[in-house]
């Protein structure tokens, strides 16, 4: 299988779409994106955007499927956490963290919960879709926790009676506070952010991608 287009993987419709088309269109590149498709080409240049969701764009650059992905390091951290612990391929290059996407991963109780501190979780049961940041997070401060793996309604499982706490993106608080929760510890502060795969690329590509990074240091810049 070759493959002389540059591949870009991002967010097919979510939070991080519309930055992440804007930022390629600022950096000259022509192309119309329909939904529908997974592959968008641009064409003045030998790129294809694949257009992915979130979770799947790690993966899709340590298995060098793609060449470069846009995705949070929320979400990249979490795939190269689980992947090592599964023996994955999980190597990549942060090329740049981008000024977009910025969240926090927060550790949220209930109102009610008497919190004294990270010891008060010991052994509590917590809900989250980032079990290995998690993981990471209490493992390095000593503390057991209980996992309740949700991918989605996260913040309602301790009203649910499912878990004692959370562990979730945070952004305004207006839905921990529907649902009489407390943020109580970040553990992780987030932006999206430009990845490569690790596998070596052809020197035309390689030279692609130094020229769509410099032209991505001059938009960042001319923002600042
Ligand atoms: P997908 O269908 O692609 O899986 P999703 O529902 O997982 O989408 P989104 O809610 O669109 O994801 O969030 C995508 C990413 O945007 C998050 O992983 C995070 O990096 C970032 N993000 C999350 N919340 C916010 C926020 N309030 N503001 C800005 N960026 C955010
Ligand atoms: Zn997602």
């Known amino acids: 299988m070759t493959n002389n287009r540059l591949r870009i993987a991002v967010q097919k419709s979510g ?3 519309k930055e992440s088309h804007l930022l390629l269109r600022r950096c000259g590149l022509k192309f119309n994106v329909d939904e529908r498709r997974l592959i968008t080409r641009v064409d003045n240049l030998p ?5 992915v969701r979130d979770d799947d764009i790690p993966g899709l650059v340590m298995d060098g499927v793609v060449d470069l992905g846009i995705v949070g390091e929320n979400v990249l951290e979490e795939v190269e956490l689980e992947r090592q612990a599964a023996n994955k391929a999980c190597q990549y290059q942060k090329l740049k963290p981008l000024d977009f996407g910025r969240c926090k991963l927060s550790i949220a109780l209930p109102e009610e919960f ?10 509590k049961r917590i809900a989250t879709t980032y079990p290995y940041l998690l993981k990471r997070y209490l493992q390095e401060r000593d503390i057991e926790f209980q ?3 949700l991918k989605g ?9 499912l878990a004692d706490g959370i562990c979730d993106l945070v ?4 839905t921990l506070e529907a649902n009489g929760l407390v943020e109580t ?7 999206s952010a430009i990845v490569q795969s690790a596998v070596t690329q052809s020197d035309e590509k390689q030279a692609l991608i130094d020229k769509l990074m410099s032209r991505i240091n001059g938009v960042i810049k001319a923002r600042e």
């Open 47 to 51: 790129i294809d955007i694949l257009q």
């Open 171 to 174: 952004s305004t608080g207006a």
């Open 153 to 161: 309604s996260v913040e309602v499982a301790p009203r649910a009676g």
């Open 114 to 123: 008497d919190y004294q501190g990270l010891a008060s979780l010991q052994n």
């Open 147 to 149: 996992e309740c793996l």
């Open 185 to 191: 510890q970040v553990i992780f502060e987030s932006q």
């Open 15 to 17: 939070r991080l779409s």
